[in-house]
C-alpha cells in the first residue's frame, strides 16, 4: 500500500490505518482475543503500518491486544494510543473524567507502554482537551516523555484551532485526529486550512459514518445493547431513514466505479489532501480487505465534483453525538 506522511513530521505511515476500538469495545461485544490478533495481524500483512488504540477502550483491553497482536512486527509499525480520561471517582467502571495534569500523563504513558509490549509509544495523542489544564502544560508534559525517549510524536484529538496552536508552539503537534467524512465535514471550515498552514497531519476516525456509509446499516438495523450508536443521535430510527439518501448517492457513484460505498467514502477523503490517514475500524477480514482496496479506487476531478455537487444537496439529519460528548469537542 502506498504510503503518506502525516504532515511536515516525517511520521510515514501507510494511506489507510486500522482503528482498533471496536474490538475490544464501544461497538457492541468485545472480539474474542485470538480473533481479535489474527485480524490486527492480517492488515500488517497487507500493509497497513498504523494502529490506534487509547487506554480508555475497555479500558485497557484494547491495548493489550493490540500490544500482543504487533509484538513481532513491532519495528515495521506506528502505533498510536492516547491518554487523557480516568476513573469517575463515583463508579471506576466509568471513565467519563478528564485528566490531563502532567503527572497523569506521565502515568499513563508508564502503564501503556507496559500493555502496548514497547519500549516507546510512535504518537501519544491528547484524548480530548481538558479545560482544567492550561495546554501548554500537557504539550511541555508530553515534550518531556519525548526527550525521555518514551514517546516520539505529540497528538491531539478532537481539539479546537486555537488549542492546536498554543500547544504547537510548545512541543511541534504532528497529527490531530478528529472525526471526518462525507456526513461530517466541519474540519472542511477551520481546521484543514489551519493543518496545512502548521504542516500537521489529519488522521479521521469513524471514516465511514460509524459505519453508516457502507449501506449495510438501515432504519431498521438493530444494535448490541452495548452499542454506543443507541445514544447517538444521528443513529435514531427516523435520522437513519432520512440518511438513507447520502448512501444511496455513494451507491450510485460506486456503481460507476465498480467499487463499494465503503470504498468510495474512504477514496474520497483520500482524494482531499496527500497529508490525510483515515483509520477505519472493523472486526471482520473481509470488510479490512475491502477498506484496504480503497486506496486503489482512482476518483477524478469530475467524479469528486459531482460528489460534492450532489452531497451538498442533502442535509444529515441527527447530531454526530449526544450533547454532553460533543461539549468535550472542538475546545
Not at 208 to 215: A, E
Not at 301 to 309: Q, R
Request: aromatic fraction near 8%; glycine fraction near 6%; hydrophobic fraction near 40%.
Amino acid at each position: 500500500m502506498e504510503k503518506r506522511k502525516l504532515g511536515k513530521s516525517n511520521l510515514e505511515v501507510s494511506a489507510l490505518g486500522l482503528g482498533c476500538m471496536g474490538m475490544s469495545f464501544g461497538l457492541g461485544p468485545a472480539m474474542d482475543k485470538k480473533d481479535g490478533i489474527s485480524l490486527i495481524r492480517a492488515a500488517v500483512e497487507r500493509g497497513v503500518t498504523f494502529f490506534d488504540t487509547a487506554e480508555v477502550y475497555g479500558p485497557f483491553t484494547n491495548e493489550e491486544l493490540v500490544g500482543e497482536a504487533l509484538a513481532p512486527f513491532r519495528d515495521q509499525v506506528v502505533i498510536a494510543t492516547k491518554f487523557g480520561f480516568a476513573p469517575d471517582p463515583s463508579d471506576s467502571s466509568k471513565w467519563t473524567v478528564l485528566n490531563s495534569r502532567p503527572d497523569h500523563i506521565k502515568e499513563v504513558a508508564d502503564a501503556s507502554l507496559k500493555r502496548l509490549k514497547t519500549n516507546v509509544i510512535d504518537l501519544f495523542y491528547q484524548h480530548r482537551v481538558d479545560s482544567n489544564v492550561p495546554i501548554e502544560d500537557v504539550a511541555g508534559a508530553v515534550k518531556d516523555l519525548i526527550e525521555q525517549g518514551k514517546v516520539k510524536h505529540f497528538g491531539l484529538s478532537e481539539p479546537g484551532v486555537q488549542t492546536i496552536r498554543r500547544a504547537h508552539r510548545v512541543q511541534p503537534v504532528t497529527a490531530v485526529q478528529s472525526e471526518y467524512s462525507l456526513w461530517w465535514r466541519r474540519p472542511e471550515e477551520e481546521l484543514l486550512p489551519a493543518l496545512e498552514e502548521l504542516g500537521i497531519g489529519f488522521v479521521p476516525f469513524s471514516p465511514l459514518g460509524k459505519g453508516f456509509l457502507t449501506g449495510k446499516i438501515d432504519e431498521n438495523t438493530k444494535f448490541d445493547s452495548t452499542d454506543f450508536r443507541n445514544i447517538v443521535p444521528r443513529f435514531t430510527q427516523e435520522a437513519r431513514k432520512a440518511n438513507q439518501a447520502m448512501v444511496d448517492l455513494l451507491s450510485k457513484v460506486a456503481e460507476r466505479k465498480k467499487a463499494t460505498p465503503a470504498q468510495l467514502a474512504l477514496a474520497w477523503l483520500l482524494a482531499q489532501k496527500p497529508w490525510i490517514v483515515p483509520i477505519p475500524g472493523t472486526t471482520k477480514l473481509h470488510r479490512l480487505e475491502e477498506n484496504l482496496a480503497a486506496a486503489s479506487v482512482e476518483l477524478t476531478p469530475d467524479d469528486l465534483h459531482d460528489i460534492n455537487s450532489a452531497s451538498s444537496k442533502i442535509k444529515v439529519e441527527g447530531a454526530r453525538y449526544p450533547e454532553r460528548l460533543e461539549q468535550l469537542t472542538g475546545r
